[in-house]
């Protein structure tokens, strides 16, 4: 097998020709057929988490066949699986005991602490991959793995929210920004000040209004979701809500956020974090998007170019997201 690997944080990822690994007890072999770029995969590769394991394979977002199973699994060779960044769970900590296993204990994570999907096979947790329909097409089926998938629980942390803010229009604000208009909700988008091109590319995905993370939006927020990990925009968001309005940061990592007067958060204003996945949202999710359906927008790019699709994601210059293909 091929794979993309990350030898220490900061450095280019290196291509590298390994055995074929075997799949242990409840595990499956996947060979990989599409891997959808994140910002997490970002944040691995720039050392901005604590200790991955290493070397790692990056890339949580991974779409492909069953080529091998280990003993106890119940997946059939050659079904269609999304393997999401919840790669194992303990099951028996106080958080997996209480419906909460995206905030376990000891858990691992795709492409973090086991390795992931650039490349052209993985293995994994059994239990932790969705079955996929044979009607998703695989390109398109890969950012909801991940954007998706969090995008959706970031929504769900938002509550009732009629009109809603979106900071930061990548992949995920892209697939969630066409739910909430499915679920009649206004969609506020707010990208980088001057980024006209992605302030178009957020109406053309059903946006009421666009603008730039500087601007004040027509209309007051109930609710916020910031995608972009800026940490200035926790209290440009909660100067946009309206009383009781809720900020949910859906990222992994955000620089610091600075500090502001009280008044901004007073009025029963929050701020909330999303963590991760529960199986719960992939199955919600995935049984959801087809019936909005969510479009994704993708841009492919050849495995042995995952340093080049993850420099475009940083500096901005994609519309949707990149999916490598091995
Ligand atoms: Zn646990
Ligand atoms: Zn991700």
Same mark, same amino acid.
């Not at 960044?85 to 028996?92: A, Q, R, Y």
């Given at each position: 097998m091929r794979a993309m690997v990350m030898n220490r944080p900061r450095e280019r990822l290196v291509l590298e020709e390994r055995p074929e690994p075997a799949p242990g007890p409840g595990e499956i072999l996947v060979r990989v057929e599409a891997c959808g770029v994140c910002r997490t995969d970002l944040h691995v590769v720039d050392g901005? &988490?604590?200790?991955?394991?290493?070397p790692i394979v990056p890339g949580h977002e991974i779409v492909g066949r069953v080529e091998a199973a280990g003993a106890g699994v119940a997946l059939v060779l050659g079904a269609r699986v999304g393997v999401p960044? &919840?790669?194992?769970?303990?099951?028996?900590?106080p958080y997996c005991r209480s419906a909460r296993e995206n905030l376990c204990d000891a858990p691992l994570f795709t492409g973090y602490t086991r390795d992931g999907g650039f490349a052209t096979h993985a293995v994994a947790d059994a239990a932790y991959a969705f079955p996929l329909g044979e009607d998703l097409d695989t390109v398109a089926a890969a950012p909801l793995l991940c954007a998706g998938l969090i995008g959706w629980r970031s929504l769900k942390a938002a509550g009732e929210a009629e009109a809603i803010g979106l900071y930061g229009f990548g992949a995920a604000a892209h697939i969630i920004a066409q739910v909430c208009r499915w679920q009649g909700r206004r969609v506020f988008a707010f990208t980088k000040p001057g980024d006209a091109a992605g302030q178009n590319f957020a109406r053309s995905m059903g946006a009421d209004w666009a603008g730039g993370s500087d601007e004040t939006p027509p209309a007051p927020l109930d609710a916020a979701i910031l995608f972009?990990?800026?940490?200035?925009l926790v209290p440009a968001a909660l100067a946009a809500v309206r009383k009781g309005g809720r900020v949910v940061c859906a990222g992994i990592h955000m620089s610091d956020i600075p500090s502001f007067p009280y008044r901004v958060l007073w009025e029963e204003r929050s701020v909330v974090s999303v963590a991760n996945l529960t199986r719960a949202d992939g199955d919600e999710f995935l049984a959801l998007a087809p019936r909005v359906p969510v479009r994704t927008t993708t841009r492919p790019y050849p495995l042995d170019q995952a340093n080049e699709a993850l420099e475009d994601l940083r500096a901005g210059r994609l519309e949707g997201a990149a999916v490598l293909l091995p």
């Open positions: 901005d &988490l604590p200790d991955p394991k290493l960044w &919840l790669g194992h769970t303990c099951g028996h900590c972009a990990p800026v940490g200035a």
